[in-house]
């Protein structure tokens, strides 16, 4: 970071500092409800946040329902849904994908339905809200659902995946990790980090179908976890678990096809630790990449090109606690929020928009397993 990036960042660190010292209680205008998934039994917690100060204040349980993975929001916010992985649910061996009304910082329950398999670890909206995909860990599958008013239909398609990898503590079958869609919405994608591939299929929204369109092969052992699109239209990104790198990726809008550009590795050389990569957060513009690192613990921030997506490293950053399993900007992108797992604490850096660098100290708040963070 050059000298006059850094001392401009440490200014706005140290002004943040300043007015949250003096600052006792949270400013009601300011308030904003946070949802935090969490792997216990009582499953969505809410927190209130002010972006003035950077603080959390605990609210209390928002939701009971078991070993909380992913929750996500419609495009209006009236309705959050959540996958629980959990290994049976309504006496079949499936994970749950259920759905909420909100209504004035509360979850109302409004519908639950069973997954394809267990252990349903994450969900995703597509980009006109009427359909919802699961990805299940532990039975290696997808299930696709119609959304209408909030509400889950039963699975409409399934499919149970029969790959596996060489790295046999890990891959010995395959594993549903991570479902996403392209920036257009005609088509979907699963990450498969047990066959070391992404399957890739054309959209039916309205209806909620999903037909084969082809694959994206990994390196073999890598374990594609997640993938995220850049606000380019034409670059993604996917994070590869079981080697801490990330596959630099070319979408073609012509037929969903993923081509491989180039590899970021995340990891030190003398790195020591038993690390596997996480997450990503893009920023609304596209100019920052973060990536969530665990074992090592770590934040890496990076640059990218508006036009291809390239990275420039800026530096890592502690995730200010054991595993990050989750991280997200706060809707005024100048501070990043960390759901550390296994050390039960959110962590809260400040970073600047100008330079995308995060500060290297933060704050950390109680909140038992946090596995995802959902801004109001």
Same mark, same amino acid.
């Given at each position: 970071?050059?000298?006059?990036? %850094?001392? %401009?960042?440490?200014?706005?660190?140290? $002004?943040?500092?300043?007015?949250?010292?003096?600052?006792?209680?949270?400013?009601?205008?300011?308030? *904003?409800?946070?949802?935090?998934?969490? !792997?216990?039994?009582?499953?969505?917690?809410?927190?209130? @946040?002010?972006?003035?100060?950077?603080?959390? $204040?605990?609210?209390?349980?928002?939701?009971?329902?078991?070993?909380?993975? @992913?929750?996500?929001?419609?495009?209006?916010?009236?309705?959050?849904?959540?996958?629980? &992985?959990?290994?049976?649910?309504?006496?079949?061996?499936?994970?749950?994908?259920?759905?909420?009304?909100?209504?004035?910082?509360?979850?109302?329950?409004?519908s639950s339905q069973n997954s394809a398999s267990k252990g349903t670890?994450?969900?995703?909206?597509?980009?006109?809200?009427?359909?919802?995909?699961?990805?299940?860990?532990?039975?290696?599958?997808?299930?696709?659902?119609?959304?209408?008013?909030?509400?889950?239909?039963?699975?409409?398609? +399934?499919?149970?995946?029969?790959?596996?990898? /060489?790295?046999?503590?890990?891959? &010995? $079958?395959?594993?549903?990790?991570?479902?996403?869609?392209? /920036?257009?919405?005609?088509?979907?994608?699963? !990450?498969?980090?047990?066959?070391?591939?992404?399957?890739?299929?054309?959209?039916?929204?309205?209806?909620?179908? =999903?037909?084969?369109?082809?694959?994206?092969?990994?390196?073999?052992?890598?374990?594609?976890?997640?993938?995220?699109?850049? /606000?380019?239209? #034409? +670059?993604?990104?996917?994070?590869?678990?079981?080697?801490? +790198?990330?596959?630099?990726?070319? @979408? !073609?809008?012509?037929?969903?096809?993923?081509?491989?550009?180039? %590899?970021?590795?995340? =990891?030190?050389?003398?790195?020591?630790?038993?690390?596997?990569?996480?997450?990503?957060?893009?920023?609304?513009?596209?100019?920052?990449?973060?990536?969530? !690192?665990?074992?090592?613990?770590?934040?890496?921030?990076?640059?990218?090109?508006?036009?291809?997506?390239a990275l420039t490293p800026i530096g890592r950053t502690t995730s200010?606690?054991?595993?990050?399993?989750?991280?997200?900007?706060?809707?005024?992108?100048? @501070?990043?929020?960390? $759901?550390?797992?296994? #050390?039960?604490?959110?962590?809260?850096?400040? %970073?600047?928009? *100008?330079?995308?660098? =995060?500060?290297?100290?933060?704050?950390?708040?109680?909140? /038992?397993?946090?596995?995802?963070?959902?801004?109001?």
């Amino acid at each position: 970071m050059a000298n006059s990036s %850094r001392r %401009r960042f440490l200014k706005s660190v140290a $002004a943040v500092s300043i007015y949250a010292a003096g600052s006792r209680s949270f400013s009601q205008s300011n308030r *904003q409800r946070v949802f935090i998934g969490s !792997n216990k039994p009582d499953g969505i917690r809410s927190f209130d @946040w002010d972006p003035a100060t950077g603080e959390l $204040a605990p609210v209390g349980v928002a939701a009971q329902i078991a070993n909380v993975d @992913w929750i996500t929001y419609s495009a209006d916010r009236k309705f959050l849904f959540a996958a629980s &992985e959990v290994d049976s649910f309504k006496g079949k061996p499936t994970g749950e994908v259920a759905s909420f009304a909100v209504e004035n910082g509360s979850l109302r329950p409004l519908s639950s339905q069973n997954s394809a398999s267990k252990g349903t670890c994450h969900i995703a909206l597509d980009h006109t809200g009427r359909t919802l995909l699961a990805a299940d860990y532990g039975g290696g599958s997808a299930a696709s659902f119609k959304v209408t008013d909030g509400k889950l239909s039963k699975a409409v398609w +399934t499919e149970h995946y029969t790959g596996k990898g /060489p790295v046999a503590d890990r891959q &010995e $079958a395959a594993h549903a990790h991570f479902a996403s869609y392209s /920036p257009d919405n005609r088509f979907a994608y699963i !990450n498969d980090l047990g066959s070391d591939c992404i399957h890739i299929y054309s959209l039916n929204a309205g209806a909620a179908e =999903l037909k084969p369109a082809g694959k994206y092969s990994a390196r073999p052992g890598s374990g594609p976890r997640t993938l995220h699109f850049h /606000p380019n239209g #034409s +670059t993604a990104y996917s994070m590869n678990e079981l080697t801490s +790198t990330v596959d630099v990726l070319k @979408w !073609n809008k012509a037929d969903g096809s993923l081509t491989f550009v180039t %590899r970021i590795k995340l =990891l030190a050389a003398a790195s020591r630790a038993k690390s596997t990569g996480c997450d990503t957060v893009i920023t609304k513009d596209g100019r920052n990449v973060y990536f969530a !690192n665990r074992g090592d613990d770590f934040i890496y921030a990076f640059t990218a090109d508006a036009e291809t997506g390239a990275l420039t490293p800026i530096g890592r950053t502690t995730s200010g606690g054991k595993v990050p399993r989750n991280f997200a900007l706060d809707p005024t992108e100048r @501070w990043m929020l960390v $759901a550390n797992q296994n #050390s039960d604490q959110l962590s809260v850096f400040a %970073r600047d928009p *100008q330079t995308g660098a =995060l500060a290297s100290e933060g704050k950390s708040y109680p909140c /038992p397993a946090p596995m995802c963070i959902l801004f109001a």
